[in-house]
């Protein structure tokens, strides 16, 4: 395709991207030249909002509508957000601007239909564009790519890059961009992942970049002290901020549970009958009263098989009523309550005969570090390429509401109105299953006195306590 426009971009046969950019009234601010210029296979830019990402990455991907691979054929790439609409934005400034180049009359497909997620453009001449989410990874199955733009890649899983974006992109020795506003200081994130790869000299495939929302001088021409900059600053804590509008890699921001992942910590779990089984209480009236029923394997794998909640209702009556006439109550070894309520758990012990454990209380950020260990994922197996399961795992049908407060509902404070007199802790609400779950894991490894870990040994009996 040739075009008076296209005419003014390429220089003998090659495509000039900073000319193209020029007529398609797209003038990059300095600190998106920086990352468009950058020579790397893959580049990571972990950005503030309203920085330009998605004007960055759909301009990357625009530019190889008219550019063939070294193969000499027609590029073919895809946009990967973590849901449809989150690549819809990049695939959209692709969209209008080849439109307005007359591209829609000379192509096979040119859709953009947000609802059902098809969002694909297919050219005459062979150039292919596409929309895939990583809510559905069986979209993400495929060869031969030369390009991807990951949105959003904050809330995007490494492993999601890794299975099956990284293979697709080998046959032509494709290239990747990642960006977003960072979510998490975790290897689960693909943003962090890739960042702390493009910040290792070693990796020279690598690039990566740390774009504070001010060094957009376009949209904050007061860069660090614009009045907008300013202002968030003002509504925000000091780590928030330097995630939103810093671009900065915090850990206390956003979700508590920052290593959960569906993926690896959801799981359709079965009473298993040669393991011992426990329960952990968080006390509620108006707010729940949360029970969960754990079991611990012979490898010292954790299983929360259910949970039970219960509001407006007492102790006393919960116990009467409904555990002691529970199923599962003969197999209860033990239940681990909150210290800070004796008489509640003195009810509970005497109406269901069960004995309640001890040292489950202390520092709250004790209690999460022991849960944030068991949900680690461990590597895949070097040889063999098999993973383990993390210690911890959650049924996926009976503990809804757990699942979504260590997915997403348990978080750290935004706002500074939020913050609570000890600045260390996390937002007192959504908390009620990881309180429970935090009462068992001190109360348990404290008693056997060692760390939140596997046992190694093929053969353990794990005994009743």
């Known amino acids: 395709m040739t075009t008076p426009l296209l005419n003014k971009a390429v220089k003998g046969k090659v495509l000039r991207k900073d000319l193209y950019f020029h007529e398609t009234g797209y003038d990059p601010h300095p600190a998106q030249w920086e990352v468009h210029r950058s020579p790397a296979r893959f580049r990571a830019c972990s950005n503030g909002r309203r920085w330009g990402k998605t004007l960055l990455g759909g301009k990357e991907g625009e530019v190889t509508c008219f550019v063939r691979n070294q193969l000499g054929n027609p590029q073919r790439g895809w946009i990967i957000g973590p849901n449809y609409d989150d690549g819809e934005k990049e695939f959209r400034v692709i969209y209008d601007s080849l439109k307005q180049l007359g591209v829609d009359d000379l192509s096979a497909k040119f859709l ?18 596409e929309v895939r989410s990583a809510a559905h990874p069986e979209s993400l199955v495929g060869e031969g790519l030369d390009w991807v733009v990951c949105a959003e890649a904050g809330r995007l899983q490494r492993t999601m890059f890794t299975q099956y974006v990284r293979p697709a992109l080998s046959d032509k020795r494709g290239w990747a961009l990642l960006t977003g506003v960072p979510e998490i200081a975790t290897d689960i994130s693909l943003l962090y992942w890739g960042w702390t790869r493009g910040q290792d000299t070693q990796r020279g495939a690598w690039d990566s970049f740390k774009m504070p929302s ?21 509504d925000l804590t000091a780590d928030e901020f330097a995630r939103q509008y810093g671009g900065e890699f915090v850990e206390k921001v956003g979700r508590v549970m920052a290593e959960w992942s569906d993926e690896h910590h959801l799981a359709n779990l079965e009473y298993q009958r040669d393991w011992p089984l426990y329960a952990a209480v968080d006390y509620g009236y108006t707010n729940p009263f949360v029970w969960l029923w754990i079991q611990v394997g012979p490898f010292g794998e954790i299983n929360v098989i259910r949970e039970d909640r219960w509001e407006l209702r007492d102790s006393e009556d919960i116990a009467k009523n409904d555990l002691l006439n529970d199923p599962l109550m003969d197999a209860l070894v033990a239940f681990y309550p909150d210290p800070a309520e004796p008489d509640d758990t003195a009810i509970i012990s005497r109406i269901l005969k069960k004995p ?12 999460l570090g022991m849960i944030r260990s068991a949900l680690k994922v461990p590597e895949p197996h070097e040889q063999t390429g098999i993973q383990e399961r993390p210690l911890l795992q959650v049924d996926r049908n009976r503990c809804k509401t757990l699942a979504w407060e260590m997915r997403e509902g348990y978080r750290w404070p935004a706002h500074k109105t939020e913050v609570r007199n000890d600045s260390e802790l996390p937002m ?13 894991f001190k109360g348990y490894y404290d008693a056997i006195g060692r760390e939140v870990r596997r046992t190694r040994q093929s053969r353990v009996r794990v005994r009743r306590r």
């Not at 309640?356 to 209690?367: D, I, M, P, S, V």
């Open 214 to 234: 001010w060094t957009n001088t376009i949209a904050f021409p007061g860069g660090r002290t614009d009045p907008e900059i300013l202002d968030a600053e003002e």
């Open 112 to 129: 953009k239909n947000e609802e059902n997620g098809n969002m694909h453009i297919l050219t005459n001449w062979g150039w292919d564009c």
């Open 356 to 367: 309640a454990r001890q040292n489950t209380g202390g520092e709250l950020r004790t209690r």
């Open 428 to 440: 007192d609400k959504n908390n009620h299953g990881p309180e429970a779950l935090g009462r068992f």
